[in-house]
């Protein structure tokens, strides 16, 4: 005993003094005092958390509700304090359920609902508060309509942290424009400092909740993001937890709770992608670990198994005896898988035996014993003096299928031996060969030692392991019924094996309705809407699974045009929508982006790790029922081995496309600067040439597209009369076909339009529009009849620049 505690037990009575003193605390009352392990840890920061909590709740909120989020965020000077005001148009919250949902901690909690959603705890908004009458002293003031309502709910109020409830200050209805939504207002002491991760957030929110729109107006700045689509997110479902990521505490609370009687039963109803034959493999791979399974052993001749029954069963006539026998022997045969069988099987034949119809003799249960027992004996050669060469025979093969070449004859048909030694049942063995594989392991590991202690030889890890897994596939399942739920419950080591079998299945990944994610084609659209660049890629995953967990992760590109060039790439990190703008540094994320090798793909990375340079964005998301954060703030993903692979894999499915396209620019600039080069060279050599022949200039427009092999567009034109023939003529001196949008703007009305082309009147003009497909080394020719004082602009697309060359 320590000095203290003897200390304590001298004085009479401390223990009930520090009993007295003991009580429990309410989850209001512990954040009060830790209000840092939610985020709000400084002014600066608390400010940018409170934005983040309401913004969250109120794109949750018009979600599900399905309406289209429109966001309003306003922040205001007040004296020495920071009002923050929050308004959205969802659905509204009724006048019972507002004051809990606003001041009163975990109410409204997620946290068991296996679906994706940006909060869970039911903490966040509440958080907010407590925080905001922490430091300013004020009350929250929300209000809130319903759709349909005259008038809209009005209160003040403050979370009474000892007991975790809301203490309403102010309680009326008023007047609001608003059809529909709600309004947060926040008083509490905070600072602008965190500005810039402020407009990150807003901006990075815009980027993965294309359709939202959201406005914010801080004292300074005022913007506003309109929405890039229509669309929602998808909906989720709940789903049930999946077999391969559960934890014996919850099986044992799941056993006792279930209406299930059985195991098959309990397993089917309880888990996500457990069917009849799912559940079978399960309770098989539970029987294995629970009962263990029984060796098999050859078929001696019918002869020997037929003498054996004979001498067991006396006082019976010959004929029913012979049926019988030959009963058994039929049954032994049918059951063999490779010629082997096991105890169970034995027993299972004699049953049989014994039940047919056409025996008018009865085969009682002390003869039906004696027959398992003396066919049995045969099989195995336990009590003859055959049975050590019969079990040698067996283990011999068995091992000598299992070691490698290298190892000597000798030395494996000792380590054979001893190990047959085993399955000899002494006066408390066990007859049926009966073993869990740990008990085949430790079987092993005897005889292995034996044999290296004695032969001089070595037997490793993995020759043991070779010989285990050869007599494990030799041993059968056993038939025997598991126990039932209500047992197993009580049953802390059965649980434990039925977990191991759970995972040890083979099971169908969870399903990805409990998912959201955003979509290729949606991160491309938030990804425009937010930045200006010129080139955009995005990936997303297949689903996969972490824990019992579905999740999918999503990745998006966006490069050049208006993007800043030096330093950093700009890093977005997402988890279930929402963005993570505090500990870049510890997310798994991060880590995973500076551990690519970006040169691979044509950008900049000083030292060759770290996050790229360049005028550069990569966005990630990781949508999951579950996202493993690294602390209760939520602000960075945890190291999870399954994670961090699939955040790769779209990084690099993103980053290909980006590899292609620079690569192609390059090329294209090459291309651009030989062009210009040539376009310098070719006139002044056509002069020479002139020069020295005495002859009229040559005429390259045609020239240039052919050395480069360009896309020549061309317009000729033919006057007769008061009208002129216009042609646009495509040649194409690429090696591949090409497809350009060729349009000829006309100041007249243009008539006799070949077939093919569009005519489009618009103020006065006249769009004659084509898109011919021009196989490499052919032509396509447009032409239309217009009057001869006509005016033309001819303006072609979709074949590169550098690729194009143009004469009108």
Not at 10 to 27: P, V
Not at 271 to 297: C, H, L, P, Q, S
């Amino acid at each position: 005993m320590t000095s203290f505690q003897s200390t304590l037990g001298e004085e009479e009575g401390i223990a009930e003094e520090l009993a007295e003193s003991q009580r429990a605390i309410s989850i209001a009352e512990f954040f009060e005092k830790n209000k840092q392990m939610l985020g709000f840890n400084s002014g600066a920061r608390g400010l940018v958390t409170a934005v983040k909590e309401a913004v969250d709740n109120a794109l949750d909120a018009a979600e599900e509700a399905k309406i289209l989020p429109d966001i309003y965020v306003e922040i205001q000077e007040e004296g020495d304090y920071y009002r923050l005001i929050v308004e959205d148009n969802g659905p509204g919250i009724t006048k019972d359920s507002l004051p809990k949902v606003f001041g009163k901690l975990l109410y409204g909690s997620r946290f068991h609902a296996r679906e994706q959603s940006r909060g869970q705890q039911g903490i966040g908004i509440s958080a907010a508060v407590l925080y905001s009458q922490l430091t300013s002293g004020k009350p929250a003031k929300i209000t809130s309509r319903t759709e349909g309502s005259a008038e809209a709910n009005y209160y003040e109020l403050i979370i009474d942290t000892d007991q975790n409830e809301p203490e309403i200050r102010a309680e009326k209805t008023t007047s609001w424009d608003r059809p529909h939504g709600t309004r947060i207002e926040l008083e509490m002491e905070a600072n602008m400092r965190a500005r810039q991760q402020l407009h990150d957030y807003i901006r990075h929110t815009a980027v993965v909740n294309p359709h939202a729109r959201i406005e914010l107006k801080e004292p300074t700045e005022h913007f506003k993001f309109e929405r890039a689509t229509d669309e929602l997110p998808k909906e989720t479902e709940e789903i049930r937890p999946h077999p391969h990521g559960v934890e014996l505490g919850n099986v044992l609370k799941m056993l006792k709770a279930t209406d299930s009687h059985s195991v098959s039963g309990f397993v089917q109803s309880e888990f996500t992608r457990v069917g009849r034959k799912t559940a079978d493999n399960i309770v098989d791979a539970f029987r294995d670990r629970y009962y263990g399974r029984e060796m098999t052993w050859t078929l001696p001749d019918d002869d020997e198994l037929t003498s054996a029954i004979d001498d067991a069963v006396n006082n019976k006539p010959a004929d029913a005896k012979a049926a019988f026998a030959e009963g058994v022997v039929d049954g032994l045969s049918t059951l063999a898988t490779d010629g082997r069988v096991a105890h169970h099987q034995v027993i299972q034949a004699v049953e049989t035996a014994a039940s047919a119809d056409d025996l008018d003799t009865t085969f009682g249960e002390t003869v039906r014993e004696n027959v398992v027992d003396a066919v049995w004996r045969t099989i195995t050669g336990y009590g003859h003096e055959e049975s050590d060469d019969r079990l040698r025979d067996v283990i011999r093969a068995h091992a000598d299928a299992a070691t490698s070449v290298q190892k000597d004859d000798a030395v494996v048909v000792a380590f054979a031996d001893r190990l047959a030694a085993k399955f000899v049942p002494g006066e408390d063995g066990d007859v049926r060969n009966r073993l869990t594989r740990d008990d085949l392991r430790d079987y092993v590991d005897r005889a292995a030692d034996m044999t290296e202690e004695r032969e001089e030889a070595t037997f490793g890890d993995t020759a043991r392991e070779n010989v285990v897994d050869e007599i494990w596939d030799a041993m059968v399942t056993v038939p025997d019924d598991p126990p039932n739920v209500r047992d197993l419950s009580d049953d802390r080591d059965g649980t434990s094996d039925l977990v191991a079998a759970m995972r040890e299945t083979d099971i169908m990944a969870p399903p990805t309705s409990c998912l959201s994610p955003i979509t290729a084609d949606l991160i491309d659209a938030g990804l425009r809407k937010v930045f200006d660049a010129e080139f955009y890629s995005s990936a997303t995953r297949d689903a996969e699974v972490h824990a019992g967990d579905p999740f999918i992760v999503e990745a998006g590109i966006a490069y050049g045009g208006d993007l800043q060039a030096e330093g950093q790439a700009d890093l977005l990190r997402f988890a279930n929508r929402v963005p993570l703008v505090y500990k870049r540094g510890g997310c798994a994320i991060t880590d995973v982006v500076k551990g690519i090798g970006w040169r691979n793909y044509n950008l900049d990375q000083p030292g060759g790790s770290g996050v790229p340079h360049g005028p550069v964005v990569i966005m990630v998301h990781v949508a999951s029922t579950n996202v493993p954060f690294t602390s209760e703030s939520k602000d960075a993903v945890a190291s999870v081995e399954e994670i961090e692979a699939e955040i790769e894999l779209a990084i690099r499915e993103a980053a290909r496309e980006l590899k292609s396209y620079l690569k192609k620019q390059r090329s294209m600039r090459k291309r651009q600067k030989k062009q210009d080069v040539l376009a310098t060279i070719l006139p002044q050599m056509a002069e020479k040439v002139a020069h020295v022949t005495g002859r009229e200039t040559p005429n390259i427009d045609d020239a240039m597209a052919r050395i480069m092999n360009n896309v020549l567009v061309e317009r000729e034109t033919e006057e007769n009369g008061d009208m002129q023939t216009v042609k646009v003529v495509v040649e194409n001196h690429s090696n591949t076909n090409e497809s350009p949008d060729v349009t000829d703007i006309v100041d007249a009305e243009p008539t006799n339009v070949s077939d093919g082309a569009t005519v489009v009147e618009m103020d006065g003009e006249w769009f004659v529009k084509w898109n011919p497909e021009v196989k490499s080394g052919d032509e396509a020719v447009l032409e239309y009849t217009v009057s001869a004082d006509a005016s033309f602009d001819l303006s072609v697309s979709q074949v590169e620049a550098p690729k194009l060359t143009v004469n009108q």
